[in-house]
Every structure is written in structure tokens, then in C-alpha cells.
């Protein structure tokens, strides 16, 4: 399971019990054998993978660490167990889906909580359900896009003293509409809650808050509602590059579904799918772990090196995660775990992708050419 088989599960069982040492199963016998295992236990697992993140979280923007929460939706295989659990959203093919979200660290990528539920299930609900379990720092910064910008989130960041930093229609209510209409661009406000905010938000009182319109290179004006009121310290054009770090969580999203085949599954029930979700997400804070140790030998390499790269470089998240799935057996079976992870980040940190105004361009040691790669 850890593993994340993508092959049939003759094939991928035969090949975890032969690292084993282990005699060879019928995949049907493994079919049976995870159904004795409760998806909490790979949720546990992650879990322990991030519950000291600020040990490894080194990588800060103004003193902050950020950290991006957003959602998707997840396709599901087709059997009467998932329909049931999770519901038909495409009654012509009478498929499911679910929904998830993610609590992400975009400087280092490594995700502090995820929640997958039925779509009935609003992504504002799943985000509350992750800050239960994210004590509130001085120094975490959250950043929320759009689905997020109304007054019971932001009061709620604001009564938990969490700073953030949310983007919001510029339309969709009558404070919008009003700070829009403001000549300044950036001024701190009292934001008071509609009557229907009032009843969402169980209060009355207001909020004082940091409006920031950020004007984009296409013309468009974004609107964001934070907390960062010390506007010496963080300028305009500051919140306009934080605006372009919430991305991040949106390539931690594409990491789990296109890149390591999220909605790949080896199963038809609802117990299974939760299992492979939480497998996944744990296989990708183990390569933000193994990529934050191979980080810190590139830019030592950097460094000594006597000539000055034009470039800034990164690992190769694809290529760190063929190298963990290589050695994920390992990693929870042997004794010399200390040698299984130099020799894992060493073989990361050797693949390197250039970094360029947002833009990978440059995959070294590959088959690709230099042509412009966008990162989303």
C-alpha cells in the first residue's frame, strides 16, 4: 500500500514480498488482507509525517511561514460501495466523486493536513475540520483563495489570532463592492459583517483588516483581505508577491493527481479509497522531507561553486518521488535507514530543474530540452 501500486497487484505484491524475503501471494489474498486495516492507520502515519513541521520548515517570507489551503475534487472508480458512500455526480455515467483539500506548505511543500470527504461536504467545512488540528502561530501565515473570502472565515482567523491572507471576489458583497470603490490601494479598514454574514458568523462585532488590490500583469485587479497591518514592514508590492506564492498549493495538488496518479485506484470501497488518499499524501511529505535535506546540499553546492549560476535550481519533485516509491519498502523494513536516506537524497539532489521567474526551464540530466515549462 505504501508503495502506491499503479501495476496489478499480483505484480506489485510479488515485488514488495521478494524486497521481503517473503513468500509470493496470490493478489487476491492482498485484496482481502487490506480490508483488516483501517485507513486511519495511513491517516496516523501522515500525520506523525507533519506534526513537528516547524523543525523543517526553515524556508520563511517575512519571518512567516505560508502555508496554502485550497481544494479539488478526486474522480473515483465506478461500483455500487462508492456510489453509495460517496454519492453520483454524473448520473449519464453514474460516476462519483470526492472532495478534498489540502493545508499546504508552499515553501517546502510539505502538506500539514488533508481531508477527503463526499462533495456534500463544503470545502469550508473540510478547512475548519484541518485547523482543529493546526494550533494557531504568530508566525503561520494561511493563504485562502476565493472560495474562502467571506467574514466568518476571516473572523474566525482573526478570533484564533492566525495571520492570512485571503483573495476575494471583488463583486460578490456589498464590502467588495465598497472597498473596491476606494481610491486607495492598499489602507487598512473595519470590515462589518452583512445581516446573513452576521447569522453565518454567529456575531456582530467587526474586524479590522488590511485591504490590498494587486494589480496583475494582464491589468486585472485582484482584491485581497489580510491581516498584516504593520504596513512598514510589508509593503503593497510584498503582498503582491505573496498574492503569486499561493499557487504553491495548487502544485502540491497537481503533484497528487497528474503526477503520482492520485485518482489511480487499486480499489472499489470506500475504506480503500480513504487508505490510498492518506498513502499518497504520506508519500509526499516523505519526498518534502528527503527534498528539504537534498535542497540544503544544492544550495551548499552553489555556493562553492567558483563560477555563478545565472539560474536558480530545485530538485526534480517527479524524479524524488520515483526515488522514494524505489525505496519506500526499505524505508519501513530495514535497519540501515540512515544509509537508505543518504543514498535517497543523494540521488535527488543530483537532478536538478532550473528555476526562472516562476518558470521551470531546464530539466538537467534528462531527455528534455530547454524549452519554457510553466510550473502550473
Given at each position: ?6 501495476e ?5 505484491t ?18 482481502q488482507a ?32 505560508v ?12 461500483s ?9 455526480q ?5 460516476t ?9 506548505d508552499v ?35 494561511l ?28 463583486g ?7 472597498v ?37 500583469d ?15 514592514s510589508i ?14 498549493v495548487?502544485e ?16 472499489r470501497?470506500p ?17 518534502a ?9 544544492i ?13 536558480t ?8 518521488f ?9 524505508l ?28 521551470e ?9 530547454g524549452?519554457?515549462?510553466p510550473?502550473?
Amino acid at each position: 500500500m505504501l508503495q502506491l501500486f499503479k501495476e496489478y497487484a499480483d505484480s506489485d505484491t510479488e515485488d514488495v514480498l521478494s524486497k521481503l524475503g517473503k513468500q509470493e501471494v496470490a493478489g487476491s489474498a492482498f485484496s482481502q488482507a487490506r480490508n483488516n486495516i483501517e485507513w486511519q492507520f495511513f491517516s496516523d502515519l501522515f500525520a506523525i509525517s507533519s506534526e513537528d513541521y516547524d523543525r523543517f520548515t526553515t524556508a520563511r517570507w517575512k519571518g512567516y511561514s505560508v502555508f496554502g489551503g485550497d481544494g479539488s475534487m478526486l474522480n473515483l472508480p465506478a461500483s455500487k460501495q462508492i456510489r453509495g458512500y460517496f454519492g453520483v455526480q454524473t448520473n449519464s455515467l453514474k460516476t462519483s466523486l470526492a472532495r478534498i483539500l489540502l493545508v499546504y506548505d508552499v515553501l517546502t511543500g510539505l502538506t500539514l493536513q488533508a481531508r477527503l470527504g463526499r462533495m456534500s461536504t463544503g470545502e469550508s467545512g473540510l478547512l475548519d475540520d484541518c485547523l482543529l488540528e493546526i494550533p494557531p502561530r504568530p508566525d503561520d501565515l494561511l493563504m485562502l483563495d476565493r472560495n474562502f473570502g467571506n467574514f466568518h472565515i476571516a473572523h474566525k482567523m482573526t478570533c484564533e489570532g492566525r495571520p492570512f491572507c485571503i483573495q476575494t471576489s471583488t463583486g460578490i458583497s456589498n464590502f467588495a463592492k465598497a472597498v473596491m470603490a476606494d481610491s486607495r490601494m492598499d489602507f487598512i479598514t473595519e470590515w462589518a459583517p452583512s445581516r446573513s454574514e452576521r447569522e453565518t458568523a454567529k456575531t456582530s462585532e467587526t474586524i479590522r483588516v488590511r485591504v490590498t488590490k494587486a494589480v496583475l500583469d494582464s491589468g486585472e485587479t485582484e482584491l485581497l483581505v489580510n491581516s498584516l497591518l504593520d504596513m512598514e514592514s510589508i509593503k503593497t508590492e510584498d503582498l503582491v508577491e505573496l498574492y503569486g506564492m499561493r499557487w504553491g498549493v495548487k502544485e502540491g495538488i497537481k503533484n497528487l493527481k497528474p503526477k503520482i496518479k492520485g485518482e489511480q485506484f487499486g480499489c472499489r470501497k470506500p475504506q480503500g479509497i480513504y487508505q490510498e488518499f492518506y498513502a499518497h499524501i504520506l508519500a509526499m511529505n516523505l519526498v518534502a522531507l528527503a527534498g528539504i535535506a537534498a535542497t540544503e546540499q544544492i544550495e551548499k553546492k552553489s555556493r562553492t561553486r567558483k563560477k555563478k549560476r545565472k539560474l536558480t535550481y530545485k530538485y526534480n519533485w517527479k524524479n524524488a518521488f520515483l526515488q522514494l516509491r524505489k525505496r519506500i519498502v526499505e524505508l519501513f523494513s530495514r535497519e540501515s535507514v540512515e544509509k537508505i536516506l543518504e543514498t535517497l537524497v543523494n540521488k535527488i539532489a543530483r537532478k536538478l530543474v532550473a528555476v526562472k521567474n516562476g518558470k521551470e526551464i531546464l530539466e538537467k540530466g534528462s531527455r528534455k530540452t530547454g524549452k519554457d515549462q510553466p510550473i502550473l
